[in-house]
């Protein structure tokens, strides 16, 4: 053992010095860990009082300064990501530049975490075991790389960063990303032979590059690296991480799906065990009932079933699988420990395509179940694919949708559903001839595959019209990203094959799933209906469903109900409410309210918002009616107080309404209210 | 061979209590050092004068008389002029690094730091 006249090198490598001062360091943190959640809590205040626009400067400071602290004791601690998250909130809260309202939701989910991070307890040693997906970010901006870190891990993924070549290979030594997130700078520094190694590890590694636009870089040469999609570097942490969450599902999509029933889950640990590595995702099932929902959730690409099961056995599974036209189709493989040949027959009998004896044998069931996958596979990719634009067709993105659908349901997440349809399409037929119609939707669904590979789902909806349904995203997110998509239309010229050259442009509908419909029919009309909107008023955009006056729509249900006497206010609100993709309906007085909303005619609407001080009746006495009749079970109300005087405030609170914003509000933070509310 | 050393005093200034008990348990543990601290600038000079340690880590933001003011107060008084100071700090600018050295101090060690790694860090820096 070194004794206390080795120098600290010496000392530091001693393994009984190293014992007691984790002892002692890990005893500090239990000391100092109650202080720590409670600066979080200053951070907390000061994030409120920012939401409400009353953050002043001595709040703000010290906010700061906890942040700073927290920063360097969790880092001190080796809480990197505390300490990382910390920093991220000092940031906030530092300097003398008013502080950044855009950033109050991310910087709402990162005390979250960071009070997460701070109240766990101590990790053994390295990293426990991580069932996430992992993102592997690699840019040389370490602030920079840090925050979509952050970004990533508020998505619910793992995340490595890194600032170089060297370290993202020695990062690689350890986990295997799903995807990579890659600053491609001017392509030097062997970054392109980086994006080689990952696109060639098994299974490969998704490579999204981050361009800038002043860097030098040839993107043939970084698409046959195995780049497969390119992000401007200027879009915010948050967007990167958005696409790159897209890219994981997707990858998850991609991978041949297999679920397994079977009442002893040994065997379904095996399944996974022996399946998974050969690149099969494997959901596993215990219990028959749960087998329908799980059908429903993973729309698997092959199914197997347990024939000797106490409740109800495969063959009845099978049967009624079979019956339904769903899922006729499927591939079904049995586990069975009987194997003669009444149980053969009954097996195949109930429709089953092979079966595989029980105790299963790694290299047999791998064997029989990729057999069977390989022979759908072509058979699927030729039915499921649009044969010219290479887009899927509309089967299969219905299937598809299905299973997003069920996504966002679990996870929680927008969904929303595009339709485009190019403008002048006739014309074009008609003046260059059909081949060159035909060469233009090749062209068009080539763009549509390079700009949303890997991602969201895109498909040929019939004619001229492409359907896309967009993930994690709301619709006014929906539409933004459509609109990009017009723009990278617009500027791309077509090629006749006789080499003219002409530019096309599209119109589109964006619709999202549970705010315009539940059911993909439904959004499907209301997104035509829209596109209808937008072709005719001239073409060449996008808008979202339901904001358009007068149209079939209109006696649905409206997301936002304005009560405004002020119609500066009221104009202001509704403007940025329809901005913001919300449909929305402003009244202007209490009574006129009232009659909206429980009248024989009510409009169902999801969020009010309450001038308080309105002629006749006032908010308060608004509030009174809704509760009575009922109202407020299914819509929420913000009031707008003039003044910001508690009484008032409490007073509305008591009443039903769910938050207050004062008068003069800020724009942005009262449609962040607006958007949580919305959510919740 | 390692020759025997004196055992050697080092003082830590820093207003955060947290720091200062981990930073403690480095250098003594790791360190084999003998540790004083002060939670203040103005404390730290008193000690300083007081005890005469071998070497000072000085908290670079602190209420009151901040790290550079304490700096500058220990280099103007001949009794502690020539104790060697290392900064601690969280601001990391490489122009930063150099106007604390150039203010005298010996270095500059970066915040969060490993405890594991914290003693030899100093005597890196100090060249023990």
Known sequence: ?680 | MTRPALTRRVLLIDDEELIREVAEVSLVKIGGWEVLTASSGEEGLGKAVAEHPDAILLDVMMPGLDGPATLARLKADPATATIPVVFLTAKVRQSEQRQWTDLGAAGVLVKPFDPMLLAKQVADVLGW
């Not at chain 1, 763009?447 to 359907?467: C, K, P, Q, Y």
């Open chain 1, 1 to 680: 053992m070194a004794g206390p006249a080795d120098g600290p090198t010496k000392r530091a490598a001693d393994p009984v010095v190293h014992l007691e001062v984790a002892a002692e360091l890990q005893a500090l943190w239990g000391r100092f860990q109650g202080q720590m959640l409670a600066r979080v809590e200053t951070l907390d205040e000061a994030l409120a009082a920012l939401v409400d626009a009353r953050l002043d400067d001595d709040l703000r400071r010290r906010a700061e300064r906890e942040a700073h602290r927290l920063a360097g004791s969790a880092g001190t601690f080796g809480r990197h990501r505390a300490s990382m998250l910390a920093r991220s909130l000092e940031e906030l809260f530092a300097g003398s530049t008013p502080v950044d309202l855009t950033a109050v939701p991310d910087a709402l989910a990162q005390v979250e975490l960071l009070r997460d991070e701070l109240a766990s307890p101590p990790s053994a040693g390295c990293s426990k075991a991580e069932d996430r997906p992992l993102v592997l970010v690699v840019h040389r901006d370490a602030e920079l790389g840090g925050a979509i870190g952050l970004a990533l891990e508020a998505r619910g993924l793992a995340s490595h960063v890194t600032e170089s070549v060297p370290a993202a290979r020695a990062a690689l030594g350890v986990a295997h990303p799903a995807v990579a997130l890659v600053d491609l700078g001017d392509g030097g520094d062997g970054v392109l032979d980086l994006v080689r190694e990952l696109s060639a590890r098994t299974p490969p590694v998704v490579v999204l590059a981050l361009t800038s636009g002043t860097g030098f870089l040839d993107r043939v040469e970084a698409v046959r690296a195995g780049v497969r999609g390119f992000l401007p570097g200027s879009l915010a942490p948050t967007e990167l991480a958005g696409a790159a969450v897209a890219t994981v599902e997707a990858a998850q999509l991609g991978r041949w799906r297999l679920l397994a029933v079977d009442d002893d889950p040994s065997v379904l640990a095996a399944l996974v065990a022996l399946l998974e590595p050969a690149g099969l995702t494997v959901t596993g099932v215990t219990e028959p009932e749960r087998f329908w929902a799980a059908l429903r959730e993973s729309t698997p690409d092959l199914v197997v079933l347990d024939l000797d099961m106490p409740e109800v056995s495969g063959i009845e599974l099978c049967r009624l699988l079979r019956a339904d036209p769903r899922w006729a189709a499927l591939p079904v493989v049995f586990l069975t420990s009987h194997v003669g040949r009444d149980t053969i027959e009954a097996v195949f009998a109930a429709g089953a395509d092979d079966y595989v004896r029980k105790p299963v044998i790694g290299p047999e069931l791998v064997t029989r179940v990729s057999n069977r996958l390989e022979r759908t596979r072509i058979l699927r990719i030729l039915a499921e694919t649009d044969p010219l634009t290479g887009l899927a067709n509309r089967r299969k993105f219905e299937a598809q949708w299905n299973r997003l659908q069920a996504m966002a349901e679990r996870y929680d997440q927008p969904l929303s559903f595009a339709l485009l349809d190019l403008d002048h399409f006739r014309e074009v037929n008609s003046h260059y001839g059909h081949e060159v119609g035909d060469c233009v939707l090749q062209q068009i669904g080539q763009l549509l595959l390079e700009r949303f590979r890997g991602e969201d789902v895109v498909a040929r909806w019939g004619g001229e019209e492409i359907a896309l349904a967009l993930y994690g995203m709301t619709r006014a997110d929906g539409v933004r990203r459509v609109s990009d998509l017009l723009q990278a239309v617009c500027n791309k010229a077509m090629v006749t094959p006789a080499g003219q050259s002409f530019r096309v442009s599209f119109s589109g509908g964006v619709s999202e799933y549970k705010v315009d419909g539940t059911t993909l029919r439904d959004l499907c009309r209301r997104a035509d209906e829209a596109l209808y909107v937008a072709k005719a008023l001239g073409r060449e955009r996008v808008l979202p469903a339901g904001r358009q006056p007068g149209l079939k729509g209109d006696d649905a249900s409206v997301d936002v109900v304005v009560v405004e006497d002020d119609d500066i206010v009221a104009e202001l609100l509704t403007h940025a409410l329809s901005g913001s993709g919300y449909r929305s309906l402003r009244v202007r007085d209490g009574q006129a309210a009232v009659d909206l909303l429980t009248g024989a005619s009510r409009r169902p609407a999801r969020l009010v918002l309450l001038d308080i001080s309105l002629p006749g009746l006032d908010g308060f006495t608004v509030l009174e009616h809704l509760r009575r009749e009922g109202v407020l079970e299914a819509t929420r109300v913000i009031v707008l107080t003039a003044r910001s005087s508690e009484p008032e405030i409490l007073r509305a609170l008591e009443a039903g309404a769910i938050d207050h914003v004062g008068k003069p509000f800020s724009l942005p933070v009262l449609m962040q209210r607006v958007r949580r509310a919305l959510a919740g």
